[in-house]
T-cell receptor, first 113, second 114 residues
Framework: SQKIEQNSEALNIQEGKTATLTCNYT??????LQWYRQDPGRGPVFLLL?????KEKRKERLKVTFDTTLKQSLFHITASQPADSATYLC????????????FGKGTRLSVIA | DTAVSQTPKYLVTQMGNDKSIKCEQN?????MYWYKQDSKKFLKIMFS???????INETVPNRFSPKSPDKAHLNLHINSLELGDSAVYFC?????????????FGDGTRLSIL
């Protein structure tokens, strides 16, 4: 079965730098990948969705890429700020609107001032 | 104007008891879900409902019984609670539409079994 892997449990980065988080998948390419942010004691909040046939998606300081050759999605936060500190979750979705998500374990990002 | 709300936020109870968690969404979505986040923070699907009908049951023990009285509500009843049920339970919803849709999550119910 397909797995979503976020191999970095934690990432520390200096304020102002670009944070890059990695999400790998096994076996076949998912039709969609989604990225969520989760703060302590809160539910995940949707950030970006990228389709298999899209190479890149941007939203303000956020950028997501999808590389089917490497079986990998990268999530970038440019000009990172301490307020960006949170756990970031990668998830794969199916082809329909009501397919449950399969999540990776998440990467805890700490942006140090 | 909370989009997905769950009650209670915290639930502490003894092993063997029966408890319920309620979830409501005011987004007009057709599909609702229950996810479980264990102590290792791994978020895993339990159930999904579409327009009050069960679509997915991910090999969850039958001590867990979801109920959807209408498409805005999805409650979770748990019988004979066990120590391993301790976790954070998240309710979520998603709109209809072609292709994968973003999901909206509640803030979770932290269940602790003594």
């Amino acid at each position: 079965s397909q797995k979503i892997e976020q191999n970095s449990e934690a990432l520390n980065i200096q304020e102002g730098k670009t944070a890059t988080l990695t999400c790998n998948y096994t076996n076949y390419s998912p039709a969609y990948l989604q990225w969520y942010r989760q703060d302590p004691g809160r539910g995940p909040v949707f950030l970006l969705l990228i389709r298999e046939n899209e190479k890149e998606k941007r939203k303000e300081r956020l950028k997501v890429t999808f590389d089917t050759t490497l079986k990998q999605s990268l999530f970038h936060i440019t000009a990172s700020q301490p307020a960006d500190s949170a756990t970031y979750l990668c998830a794969r979705g199916g082809n329909s609107g009501n397919t449950p998500l399969v999540f990776g374990k998440g990467t805890r990002l700490s942006v140090i001032a | 104007d909370t989009a997905v709300s769950q009650t209670p936020k915290y639930l502490v109870t003894q092993m063997g008891n029966d408890k319920s968690i309620k979830c409501e969404q005011n987004l007009g979505h057709d599909t609702m879900y229950w996810y479980k986040q264990d102590s290792k923070k791994f978020l895993k699907i339990m159930f999904s409902y579409n327009n009050k009908e069960l679509i997915i049951n991910e090999t969850v023990p039958n001590r867990f019984s979801p109920k959807s009285p209408d498409k805005a509500h999805l409650n979770l009843h748990i019988n004979s609670l066990e120590l391993g049920d301790s976790a954070v339970y998240f309710c979520a919803s998603s709109p209809p539409g072609e292709g994968n849709q973003p999901q909206h999550f509640g803030d979770g119910t932290r269940l602790s079994i003594l």
